[in-house]
């Protein structure tokens, strides 16, 4: 068993507090510039939607030396909510942050647990309510995002978190690593008796994790509608390598845990979703396609062998007649794509080097990322998400390869 996230410290202030029955957790590493909104915010939503529950807003800082945690204490509390900022121990990461909040959700005998990201610019008192209203009413165990985003905010999201987990759990989960959720008692313990805390879990893993475990144990997910999810984004080009290879390893590597849960799965249906979208507008993210092509093509002179070793030899053929293309009107068909995932889903089961697997993939998810942008470049939203709509409909009718494959390797 791994061992605690919460310091000694930490479990002895929170030791002093009793009755707390609604947490709200940040977790955060150098968000000294965004943290006092959402740590204000996330107070006024527990006293204005939970005022006859003690609320409690818990900071688990990653060691930030911006000031992130003079940043926490400085924000204003409405009466009857407190904030406390604290350090965790343990690997660095996002996973082990939100470990020690579910620790210390346990701890305190929380009903709920709501867990917001630190670099959100559009958070509301309402997310608070909607996040941990149904869990609170007995409707719901989880509860995972719903938001207006940008069509390239999110691209690990779009075209492998949702479209795979869609497929094999059965749910179609359109935020299945959103980062802003809301968790009930008896799912936080089932969390916290994995033994995942020394994995990729640790980091960027934890909300594919989150969801998948909650989908795979039985447990009564909803969907909470937010609206625009404002925060810090990323160009995948730029930065999104790590974060690919913690959130598909940790989504192949659940894969093999619950194989009888999803091979028993056929099609998929929307969970109950809550409210009505709030306003607001997500902010355009912008993208560098021509790096993204790039990244593709280095891939395929790098990592061509182990392409060809892993994919079917009509898909390793049709993927490398891809890099022929120019940036511009680079495509890469969403049948293509969904080959690509479950030959390299079928292989991670049995690879000895995961990690060199999933450094092989991620030029194609670059490459895939690039077609998609010019597929949609014209479209709006609700085009977009039809689009969307589509390649998880792809990656439902071909899972019997996925099946096959899964068993003949
Ligand atoms: N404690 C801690 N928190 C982290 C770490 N990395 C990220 N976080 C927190 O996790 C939350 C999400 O991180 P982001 O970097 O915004 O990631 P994201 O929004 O999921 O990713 P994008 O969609 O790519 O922007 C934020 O609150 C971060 O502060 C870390 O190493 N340690
Ligand atoms: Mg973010």
Known sequence: MSESALRAE???ELEQLSGVELLVGIPSYRNAATITHVVETAAAGLARYFPDQLGLVLNSDGGSDDGTPEAVRAARLPAGVRALSAPY???????TAVHALFEAARLLGARACVVLDADLRSVTPEWVARLAGPIVAGEADYVAPLYTRHKYD?????????????ALYGVRVRQPIGGDFGVGAP?????????????????????????????????????AALGAKVHDPKDPAASLGPMFRQVVGTLFALMARYARRWQAVQGSAAPPTHGTPLPGEAEPVAVDHEALVHRFRDGLATQGARWEQVLAPETFAGVAALAAQSADAFRFPAELWVRVVYDFAAAYRHAGDSSALLDALTPLYFGRTAGLVNDTATMDVAAFEAYLDQQALAFERDKPYLLARWSDR
């Open 10 to 12: 930490t479990r002895a």
């Open 89 to 95: 121990q343990g690997p660095s990461g996002k996973g």
């Open 154 to 166: 999110g691209t690990i999201t779009n075209n492998l978190a949702y479209p795979l987990t869609r």
């Open 187 to 223: 799912v936080l313990a089932t969390y916290l008796a994995q033994d995942v805390w020394h994995t990729d879990v640790a980091r960027f893993g934890i909300d594919i994790f989150m969801t998948t475990t909650a989908l795979a144990e039985g447990y009564r997910l909803h969907q």
